[in-house]
Every structure is written in C-alpha cells, then in structure tokens.
C-alpha cells in the first residue's frame, strides 16, 4: 500500500488529507488562520504563517491513521489564487503576502485596464482588471513601497511559496498562474507585453510547468521534520477551484460544480476558452490537460458565515469559542426558525468587495430592511440566502455564455449544513449533489499525485473510484417564493452601487 498526502492552502485555512492507493480518505487535518486588516481595503498575512499551519496539518492526518509515512509516494500542493508573497535573493520574505481579496491597488487596476484591458480577456481569460490580480499588486508595490520593490528577486503565489519551502525549487503552473494578468492561458506562457509594463521580467517569477506535474522531491530536512519518506514527490495542484473541480468529478463538459468556503466559486468545465462571446465569465486553466473552466468568484460567502459567528453569535463560554461545528450547527437552528425571506431582510454579502458577475472593489455588505421585529437568527439566514442569490445569479450568468447545465454539486463546509443546501436549491431552483467528501480539493490533489506517481493511470480512472455522491436535494415547492425574494436581492445590489462607487474611498 502506498500512501497520497494533500495540502490546500485557503484564505484563512490549511487542509491537509491521507489517502491510500485505493483512494480511501483515512483522515485529515484543518488549521485556521486570521488575516490581518489593518483596513476595510486591506488584507495581509505573514507568509510564514502559511508554512507553519502548513507543517502542523501535514503532521496530523499520518498521526490519526497512524500510517508508516516511509510509504508516502507524493505530496501535492494547491492554494487560493493571487495572494502574493515577495522574496529576496536570499529567499527570505520581504514584506506580509497581500491577500488575493486586498483591494488597495485601485488606481493600478486602472492603469493596467487602461494598456491592456483591450486584449486581456483574449490572452488571459480575466474579463475586467481589478486589485486582485497579481500584476496590478506588484504595481502598487513598485510605486508605493520602492524599496520593497528593488529588494523583491521572486514574485509568488501562495502555492508557489509552499513548493519552495518543501523542495527548495521555484516552480508554479498555468492552474495557479492563470489570474496573475502575467499569464497566456492559450499558450501556457507569461504575457511579455504585460510583464514589461508591470516593470519585471520573467526571471522574476516561478519556472512554469504543467498542472499536476512533479516540481521535485522533499527536501530532506523537511522530510525528516514531516516523518515521510524523503524520496516522497511534492506535486504541483494548482488553484484550489481547479483541484476541487477535479475532486467533484467536474471533469468535463455539462457539469457545474460549486463550493462554498471562504468564497463561492462556481466551476463548469470546457474546451473552447473562448466560448463565453460576451467575455465576462472568467477562464481559468483546469487542471485537468486540455481543459478550461469558468471560474465565477464571489470573495465573501463562508467568511462573512463566518464574520458573522466570530462577532455575533459567539458565547462567551470557551467551550463553544473552541467548537466551530457546535457554533455552525447553532446557527443553522437559529437560520431554520425564520421564514424564506426573512421577513423582509435582505443581506448583500460584499465584504470585500464584488467580482462575480458583476465587478465593484467598492461594494461592501449591508443589511437592510430590518425592524423591531427582527431576531439575530433572521441576520443568520439572511447571509444564507444572499450566499444563494449570489449562486443563482453566476449560474444564469453562464447559461447566457451559452452552457448548457446538467447538473450541480456542492462542496465546501457550507455543503454540511443540510439547511443551506436547501436553501441553495430553493433558491436557483435546481437539485444539488451533495459529495460524500465534501474536502474536493484534497481529494482533487490527491487524484493528481496518484496519477503523477503511477498509482491511478489517469486522471478519469481516479475520479471513477474516488468521487463519490452522498445524496440529491431537489427544490421543495416554495423555491417559488423565492422568485420575488431574488428579485429583490437585485434591486438592493443595483441601488447600492451608486452609493458605493461614491461613497467608499481607499
């Protein structure tokens, strides 16, 4: 029996999981993390937080299956996608990685739409130039912190990082590279034109290889450090939408997946990156060889869940300050108590800003619509259901980009509360497949290290024998009503964005 470790490396989480060669999940381990917001515009976190949170998940999974870790052929690696993390010529960290959400470089995402915005979708598969993307981050570096600037020799991504650490080597892939705005998504190249007007060049960037190929093996140290066999090949995943597609099984065309952690993210498989005519879905390049995906994002879906518990629903009893589940489970209660619609609440679930299907740096979140009447547990299902419109509103996104949707699974923590899948279904008026592990991008990243190391012969094998569905969740009948609460949810988003373009600054 050899054994398949994965690594996730999310917004505000480290996941790692334990799999056999039959594709059995034996055991995994989560470590959370909080970012640093000095401001409503901002977020940071010390890159070697990543590392650490990194080496302690590792560490957990081999301990509770109690597994040999001599006989741990691969490790693979996957991560959010355009946090970014400066190194010097000595490897060492620079300054705090700016979170992919950070939306401090406004006036660079202007810039940069302004040179290359015309040609950006055709080459990159990003439909509109905002602060997320790495290319405006380093920017806003050059020309607000020079000094940081001049010292930085390696530009990286949170997965990129995580390689070094564990190999020694500089080496990323087109999965997690694809929403630098540096990276050409048809010809697996970075975009010169784009690096010349950021002001580096490529040698300033991870060496690109493909997804879910080998970028090296484990160095000894770290081997050592982890009790896994120092031959063990590190893997590059890629982006974790991408893995977790693999992990659902969306392999190919007509199967849309969703997960909401963090984020939402809607996956949907396809060949053609150029099929969305209107140019407004985002593309990024699956992990899976030869095939695309449209990638719609929403930055706070499960944060602001979250947010929420952190700062309001929380005991001050430590027994439940230690006890997520507990916590979570407490509010789908509360959430299950107040009618579909809460009685005229309506959240808008903008913490950080908007992208999908509609891009706004300044929206932010709101409630509105609530009275006496209203109880903490309407503000609980009011973020579920703003959760849901948003869902509702990418999936029709895609339909008018001229996809063609046959079915629809769920992942992510959101995918255990049985409350919210409802809503979700009620809401978009589709059934859902709930995954049976729910942690598709561990399972995605352990697929591509059974397949680099020879354990799994392809990618579709694999998925045949470790994607599971654990049950269906179909409409119930008042998804009708939900047509007028969605609707609504609409007129508050379009209301707002005036007011936000004008009344958020930086």
Same mark, same amino acid.
């Given at each position: 029996?050899?054994? +398949?470790? =994965? #690594? *996730?490396?999310?917004?505000?989480? /480290?996941?790692?999981?334990?799999?056999?060669? $039959?594709?059995?999940?034996? &055991?995994?381990?989560?470590?959370?993390?909080?970012?640093?917001?000095?401001?409503?515009?901002?977020?940071?976190?010390?890159?070697?937080?990543?590392?650490?949170?990194?080496?302690?998940?590792?560490?957990?999974?081999?301990?509770?299956?109690?597994?040999?870790?001599?006989?741990?052929?691969?490790?693979?690696?996957?991560?959010?996608?355009?946090? +970014?993390? =400066? #190194? *010097?010529?000595?490897?060492?960290? /620079?300054?705090?990685?700016?979170?992919?959400? $950070?939306?401090?470089?406004? &006036?660079?995402?202007?810039?940069?739409?302004?040179?290359?915005?015309?040609?950006?979708?055709?080459?990159?598969?990003?439909?509109?130039?905002?602060?997320?993307?790495?290319?405006?981050?380093?920017?806003?570096?050059?020309?607000?912190?020079?000094?940081?600037?001049?010292?930085?020799?390696?530009?990286?991504?949170?997965?990129?990082?995580?390689?070094?650490?564990?190999?020694?080597?500089?080496?990323?892939?087109?999965?997690?590279?694809?929403?630098?705005?540096?990276?050409?998504?048809?010809?697996?190249?970075?975009?010169?034109?784009?690096?010349?007007?950021?002001?580096?060049?490529?040698?300033?960037?991870?060496?690109?290889?493909?997804?879910?190929?080998?970028?090296?093996?484990?160095?000894?140290?770290?081997?050592?450090?982890?009790?896994?066999?120092?031959?063990?090949?590190?893997?590059?995943?890629?982006?974790?939408?991408?893995?977790?597609?693999?992990?659902?099984?969306?392999?190919?065309?007509?199967?849309?997946?969703?997960?909401?952690?963090?984020?939402?993210?809607?996956?949907?498989?396809?060949?053609?990156?150029?099929?969305?005519?209107?140019?407004?879905?985002?593309?990024?390049?699956?992990?899976?060889?030869?095939?695309?995906?449209?990638?719609?994002?929403?930055?706070?879906?499960?944060?602001?869940?979250?947010?929420?518990?952190?700062?309001?629903?929380?005991?001050?009893?430590?027994?439940?300050?230690?006890?997520?589940?507990?916590?979570?489970?407490?509010?789908?209660?509360?959430?299950?108590?107040?009618?579909?619609?809460?009685?005229?609440?309506?959240?808008?679930?903008?913490?950080?800003?908007?992208?999908?299907?509609?891009?706004?740096?300044?929206?932010?979140?709101?409630?509105?619509?609530?009275?006496?009447?209203?109880?903490?547990?309407?503000?609980?299902?009011?973020?579920?259901?703003?959760?849901?419109?948003?869902?509702?509103?990418?999936?029709?996104?895609?339909?008018?980009?001229?996809?063609?949707?046959?079915?629809?699974?769920?992942?992510?923590?959101?995918?255990?509360?049985?409350?919210?899948?409802?809503?979700?279904?009620?809401?978009?008026?589709?059934?859902?497949?709930?995954?049976?592990?729910?942690?598709?991008?561990?399972?995605?990243?352990?697929?591509?290290?059974?397949?680099?190391?020879?354990?799994?012969?392809?990618?579709?094998?694999?998925?045949?024998?470790?994607?599971?569905?654990?049950?269906?969740?179909?409409?119930?009948?008042?998804?009708?009503?939900?047509?007028?609460?969605?609707?609504?949810?609409?007129?508050?988003?379009?209301?707002?964005?005036?007011?936000?373009?004008?009344?958020?600054?930086?």
């Amino acid at each position: 029996m050899k054994y +398949l470790l =994965s #690594l *996730d490396i999310g917004t505000t989480s /480290v996941k790692a999981g334990l799999f056999d060669s $039959d594709g059995a999940c034996l &055991a995994t381990a989560l470590e959370e993390y909080q970012l640093i917001t000095p401001s409503p515009d901002r977020a940071e976190l010390e890159p070697s937080t990543y590392w650490k949170a990194s080496l302690n998940t590792l560490r957990e999974p081999l301990k509770k299956a109690k597994v040999d870790g001599e006989l741990v052929s691969a490790l693979t690696v996957s991560s959010q996608g355009e946090t +970014l993390i =400066s #190194l *010097d010529n000595q490897g060492k960290v /620079v300054r705090n990685a700016i979170v992919w959400m $950070d939306n401090r470089a406004v &006036a660079q995402a202007h810039f940069l739409n302004n040179e290359l915005g015309s040609k950006a979708y055709e080459i990159t598969g990003i439909p509109e130039i905002i602060p997320t993307w790495p290319a405006c981050k380093i920017l806003w570096l050059k020309e607000n912190e020079p000094e940081n600037f001049r010292k930085t020799a390696k530009y990286l991504l949170v997965q990129d990082y995580l390689i070094h650490c564990l190999t020694g080597r500089f080496v990323t892939d087109g999965s997690i590279s694809c929403t630098t705005l540096l990276y050409d998504i048809v010809h697996d190249a970075w975009w010169e034109e784009a690096l010349s007007i950021t002001g580096i060049d490529k040698s300033k960037l991870a060496q690109l290889q493909k997804p879910g190929s080998i970028a090296g093996v484990i160095l000894p140290q770290v081997a050592e450090e982890l009790g896994i066999n120092p031959e063990t090949r590190v893997v590059c995943g890629g982006m974790d939408q991408c893995v977790g597609a693999i992990g659902a099984g969306n392999i190919e065309e007509g199967v849309i997946s969703e997960t909401t952690g963090a984020a939402l993210t809607i996956q949907v498989t396809v060949q053609n990156p150029g099929i969305d005519e209107t140019g407004t879905t985002p593309v990024y390049v699956h992990s899976v060889p030869g095939r695309y995906l449209l990638v719609p994002v929403c930055p706070t879906a499960g944060m602001a869940f979250k947010w929420f518990k952190d700062n309001f629903v929380l005991s001050e009893d430590a027994t439940h300050q230690n006890s997520d589940v507990d916590v979570y489970e407490k509010m789908n209660e509360m959430s299950r108590q107040v009618p579909a619609g809460c009685d005229g609440l309506v959240m808008l679930p903008h913490l950080m800003g908007a992208f999908s299907p509609e891009s706004n740096p300044y929206a932010r979140g709101s409630f509105t619509g609530f009275t006496l009447h209203h109880k903490k547990a309407h503000f609980v299902r009011a973020i579920q259901e703003a959760v849901a419109f948003m869902l509702r509103q990418n999936i029709e996104a895609v339909r008018k980009a001229g996809v063609a949707i046959t079915e629809v699974r769920t992942s992510g923590g959101a995918s255990r509360s049985k409350l919210w899948n409802q809503i979700k279904a009620d809401v978009c008026a589709l059934p859902l497949d709930r995954l049976k592990n729910e942690d598709t991008g561990l399972v995605g990243d352990a697929i591509l290290g059974g397949v680099a190391t020879g354990i799994f012969p392809s990618i579709e094998a694999a998925c045949s024998v470790m994607v599971q569905k654990a049950e269906r969740i179909n409409p119930a009948e008042q998804s009708v009503d939900y047509q007028k609460y969605y609707t609504r949810y609409l007129a508050l988003d379009r209301s707002l964005r005036t007011y936000f373009n004008e009344n958020v600054t930086e």
